[in-house]
C-alpha cells in the first residue's frame, strides 16, 4: 500500500511546477487520509489502466494526451512483468506516479467542462463565460470516495471513472455532433485523405472535362456526392460519362458550397476550388479547434435566445416555443475592429434611433470628413454638443475651424438624427456589455450582398430588423405591439423595454453542425484559428505518444527509471488557414 504524507507529496511525487492542480490534488489526499488509488504493492492497478486509455483517448477531444503527464507516465508503468517474476519496486516512483495520475484525472476533467485556455488571456475582445461550470469539486468527490488501491477493486470503479469524465464534456451546442465528425475527418485523413482538383478554368454544369472526374471523385469522398450502390468500378453520372457535369454534379457542388459559406450556385471557382482542395487533416483540425471554443459557451438551457456567429455571418433567433428560427445575414465588425465575443441579455430596444457618434470613430473617421467638408454635418442631420455632459449646450458647427481642430483634444459630440442616412437604420436592440456594441438595421442595405461581410466598426447590422422586432415583441413580449410598430412606420423615436430579458451569445464559430446534421466550415476572418492553434495543442492526427494501452491485459508495472524524453511536438500545422470564403 503506498501512503502519501504531504511532504512527500511536495518533494517526492511531485517537484515545484510538475502538477497543473496541486492544490486540489493534495486535498484529494488529505480526505482519503493520504491512502493510494491507482498504485498498489509497486503496480500500476487496472484502475490505472483506464485512466491512461481515457488520457490517450483526450486527442478524440482535440485535447494533447501529452498536457495530462501521459508522456512521463508511460516509461513508468510500461514494463510488464511475468507471472513469477520478482519485482523490484521503487516507492519514489510508486508514489510519483501515483499522484501524477490523480492530477491527470482532474485536469483533464477541468479542461473537458471548460477548455484547455481562457479566451480572455488571448484576446481582448472576447468575454470569457462567467457561468461555465467547475468540475474539480465533484471530481475530487469522485476520488475520494473510490476504494483504497490495495483492497479489492468493485468492478464499478472503472465506469465511475469513465462516466465522471464523460460527464464533463459538453452535451449541447452541438459538441457531440462535431466531435464525432471531427473523429470522422481524422479517419479520412489516416487513410489517405481526400483527393484534390487540377487548377484550370471554371467548371459549369455542362462542362466536359478530366477535371470534372476529379470532382466527382472528391465530393463522393466528402460526402456531399452519395453514390447509389453500384460498385467501385461503375461510375455514378448521367449517361455513364463521368467527365460530364451533370445536374446531380451540380447539386453536389451547390451542397459543397452553401456547407462552406459559399455562393451556391453550382459554379466552380478559384475559390471554391481552394475550399474543396483544403486537405482532410486541416478540417479535422480545425474541427478540433471548435470543440476547444465549444468548451467555452455557456450551458444554461435557455428557452429563447440570440446567436450571432460571427465568421458566418449571420444572427439566428430561437424562439424556444418550437416554431422554427429565424436567421438572416449579418454584417460584424472589421478585422481592425472585431466585433467583441460575449454574452448578454437584451432588455430593450429603440425606434428609430438618433445615433451618437462614439469619440473614437469622430476623432478617428468623422473627423477628417467635417474638416474635408464643411457641409458634411448639414448635410446628413448632425447635431454638434460642445461636450459630452448632460445638457451640454448645442453648438453651429459653421462656427468651427474643423481644420484646426486636433483629434486628441477635441471634445465635441456629435449626434446624427433618425432619417434614411442614418447608418443605425431604423431599429436598435440593446443589451448591457463592456464594449458599447449592439444590433441594428442599416442604410447601407446592399453591404448584404457581400459573402464576407466584415464592415462594420464592431456593432452587428442584421438584413431583417423588422422580422426581429415583431418577434421580440409578438405575444405581449414587449410595450404595446400595435404602437411600437405604428411609430416604427410612422419615424417616432421610441424606446420598448422587453418584458423578459432575451439573452445574447455573440459566438466565434469556423466548424459546427448544424440542425440538419451538415458539418459547417467558415473562415477563419479574424485569424483566431491560428492564435488559438498557436497556443493550444490539438492536433487529432498526431500520433499518441505510447503503445497500445489494450495490447497489454496484464497490470502494468513501475520502471524504476526512466530516461525517456517527451516527443517533440510538430506546431506547423497548427498555423495552416481554411480555404477563402467567396467564389
Known amino acids: 500500500m503506498i501512503m502519501l504524507c504531504g511532504p512527500a507529496l511536495a518533494a517526492v511525487a511531485a517537484p515545484a511546477g510538475s502538477l497543473l492542480l496541486p492544490g486540489a490534488v493534495e486535498q484529494v489526499y488529505a480526505n482519503r487520509d493520504h491512502g493510494a488509488i491507482w498504485m498498489a504493492d509497486g503496480k500500476a492497478t487496472p484502475l490505472a489502466r483506464t485512466l491512461l486509455d481515457r488520457l490517450a483517448q483526450a486527442r478524440g477531444d482535440g485535447l494533447d494526451p501529452a498536457a495530462y503527464h501521459l508522456t512521463e507516465l508511460m516509461p513508468l508503468l510500461e514494463q510488464v512483468p511475468s507471472p513469477t517474476e520478482t519485482i523490484r519496486t521503487n516507492p519514489e516512483t510508486a508514489r510519483r506516479a501515483e499522484v501524477l495520475l490523480t492530477d491527470a484525472f482532474l485536469a483533464l476533467g477541468r479542461d473537458l467542462a471548460r477548455g484547455r485556455i481562457d479566451p480572455g488571456s488571448l484576446w481582448e475582445k472576447w468575454v470569457p463565460e462567467k457561468n461555465r461550470p467547475d468540475p474539480l469539486p465533484r471530481l475530487q468527490q469522485v476520488l475520494v470516495d473510490l476504494p483504497d488501491a490495495a483492497t479489492a477493486r468493485p468492478a464499478a470503479a472503472d465506469s465511475v471513472v469513465v462516466?465522471?469524465?464523460?460527464?464533463?464534456?459538453?452535451?449541447?451546442?452541438?459538441?457531440?455532433?462535431?466531435?464525432?465528425?471531427?473523429?470522422?475527418?481524422?479517419?479520412?485523413?489516416?487513410?489517405?485523405?481526400?483527393?484534390?482538383?487540377?487548377r484550370g478554368q471554371l467548371l459549369r454544369p455542362g462542362d466536359r472535362s478530366p477535371r470534372v472526374r476529379q470532382l466527382r471523385t472528391r465530393l463522393t469522398a466528402g460526402g456531399d456526392l452519395v453514390a447509389p450502390a453500384l460498385g467501385p468500378s461503375v461510375p455514378w453520372c448521367r449517361g455513364g460519362d463521368p467527365c460530364l457535369y451533370d445536374d446531380l454534379l451540380a447539386h453536389a457542388v451547390r451542397s459543397f458550397q452553401k456547407r462552406h459559406g459559399l455562393a451556391a450556385d453550382g459554379i466552380v471557382g478559384p475559390h471554391t476550388l481552394a475550399a474543396l482542395n483544403v486537405p482532410a487533416a486541416h478540417r479535422a483540425h480545425q474541427a478540433a479547434l471548435n470543440l476547444e471554443r465549444m468548451r467555452w459557451l455557456p450551458r444554461k438551457r435557455e428557452q429563447r435566445y440570440i446567436l450571432v456567429n460571427i465568421p458566418d455571418f449571420t444572427l439566428t433567433l430561437v424562439p424556444g416555443d418550437g416554431s422554427a428560427p429565424l436567421t438572416m445575414p449579418a454584417i460584424v465588425g472589421r478585422k481592425d475592429r472585431p466585433t467583441p465575443v460575449l454574452s448578454g441579455e437584451m432588455k430593450w430596444l429603440v425606434l428609430n434611433p438618433s445615433w451618437t457618434v462614439p469619440q473614437k470613430l469622430a476623432r478617428k473617421d468623422l473627423l477628417p470628413k467635417v474638416a474635408a467638408d464643411p457641409g458634411y454635418l448639414a448635410e446628413r442631420g448632425f447635431r454638434v454638443f460642445a461636450d459630452w455632459r448632460p445638457g451640454a449646450a448645442g453648438i453651429d458647427p459653421d462656427a468651427i475651424d474643423w481644420t484646426a481642430v486636433r483629434p486628441r483634444d477635441m471634445a465635441f459630440k456629435f449626434q446624427q438624427q433618425p432619417g434614411p442616412q442614418n447608418p443605425l437604420g431604423r431599429v436598435k436592440f440593446l443589451f448591457p456589455n463592456p464594449f458599447n456594441v449592439y444590433i441594428h438595421d442599416t442604410n447601407h442595405r446592399g453591404l448584404f450582398n457581400s459573402e464576407r461581410r466584415c464592415f462594420s466598426?464592431?456593432?452587428?447590422?442584421?438584413?431583417?430588423?423588422e422580422a426581429l422586432l415583431e418577434a421580440l415583441i409578438s405575444s405581449g413580449k414587449a410595450e404595446c405591439d400595435s404602437t411600437a410598430l405604428a411609430a416604427l412606420n410612422d419615424g417616432e423615436t421610441m424606446s420598448l423595454g422587453l418584458d423578459e430579458p432575451v439573452p445574447v451569445h455573440f459566438v466565434y464559430l469556423t466548424a459546427w453542425v448544424d440542425g440538419m446534421g451538415a458539418l459547417q466550415f467558415r473562415d477563419d476572418c479574424y485569424d483566431y484559428d491560428q492564435m488559438l492553434a498557436a497556443n493550444v495543442a490539438c492536433d487529432p492526427l498526431a500520433p499518441v505518444p505510447v503503445r497500445s494501452l489494450r495490447e497489454t491485459p496484464a497490470p502494468l508495472a513501475i520502471a524504476a527509471n526512466s530516461t525517456a524524453a517527451p516527443p517533440a511536438q510538430d506546431h506547423e500545422n497548427y498555423q495552416l488557414r481554411t480555404g477563402p470564403v467567396s467564389r
Open 163 to 198: 462516466s465522471a469524465l464523460n460527464a464533463c464534456r459538453p452535451d449541447r451546442g452541438g459538441y457531440p455532433k462535431l466531435r464525432e465528425a471531427m473523429l470522422n475527418l481524422a479517419r479520412i485523413a489516416r487513410s489517405g485523405g481526400w483527393p484534390t482538383v487540377d
Open 457 to 465: 466598426s464592431g456593432c452587428v447590422r442584421i438584413a431583417k430588423p
